[in-house]
């Protein structure tokens, strides 16, 4: 499925391209995203190896990866990245992911590009079950992750080693059956 592009009422998601390297760069590479995430901040030149990752896995069929931007629809500008990452062991399962620019946190707008996500996995990819993990201490994400219908199912022990340590994570899923989009939400 070839080319992406999913959009509700504030937010796109579409494919990722070269012109997007700076703006995504101002994401993966900023320090509050990274505190969050496996690591630390990613420079320029990482991010472009994710930009041409993303070309990558666009063109692999059947494609079972999907990195993808956030984009505000208002302005057209890139604000994040958004992954859905088919399950190897189950082909009616996904694991989804998301990143935003901090200048957008609290707006609502990871809620969105959680039902994006799901929008894109039920509605055009067929799946029966997405399911996320976050830091335990992203409580933001599990808010956000939690309003938008993902369920926190408990605790991955030690699963990453970050700076030295190992890192639990929490792990939060939505069925089908179980998620709903907001009122109006368009998804298509």
């Known amino acids: 499925m070839y080319p992406i592009t999913v959009t509700g009422s504030r937010l796109r998601l579409r494919e990722i391209r070269r012109p997007d390297l700076d703006a995504l760069h101002a994401v993966q590479g900023h320090a509050d995203v990274a505190r969050h995430m496996r690591g630390r901040?990613?420079?320029?030149?990482?991010?472009?190896?994710?930009?041409?990752?993303?070309?990558?896995?666009?063109?692999?069929?059947?494609?079972?990866?999907?990195?993808?931007?956030?984009?505000?629809?208002?302005?057209?500008?890139?604000?994040?990245?958004?992954?859905?990452?088919?399950?190897?062991?189950?082909?009616?399962?996904?694991?989804?992911?998301?990143?935003l620019h901090p200048d957008t946190w609290g707006a609502g707008l990871g809620t969105e590009t959680v039902h994006l996500l799901c929008a894109?996995?039920?509605?055009?990819?067929?799946?029966?079950?997405?399911w996320a993990t976050r830091s335990p201490s992203n409580t933001a994400s599990g808010r956000t992750l939690v309003k938008a219908g993902l369920a926190e199912e408990g605790l991955i022990r030690e699963q990453f080693f970050v700076d030295g340590a190992w890192r639990d994570s929490v792990v939060h899923a939505v069925l089908e059956h179980e998620w709903r989009p907001p009122a109006g939400f368009p998804g298509a």
């Open 41 to 99: 901040a990613q420079t320029r030149d990482e991010v472009a190896g994710s930009v041409s990752r993303a070309a990558v896995h666009a063109s692999v069929v059947p494609r079972a990866v999907y990195m993808l931007g956030v984009v505000r629809s208002a302005d057209g500008r890139l604000i994040g990245r958004a992954d859905l990452d088919l399950d190897p062991f189950s082909e009616k399962a996904a694991t989804i992911g998301f990143m």
């Open 120 to 130: 894109l996995g039920f509605r055009h990819l067929g799946l029966h079950r997405i």
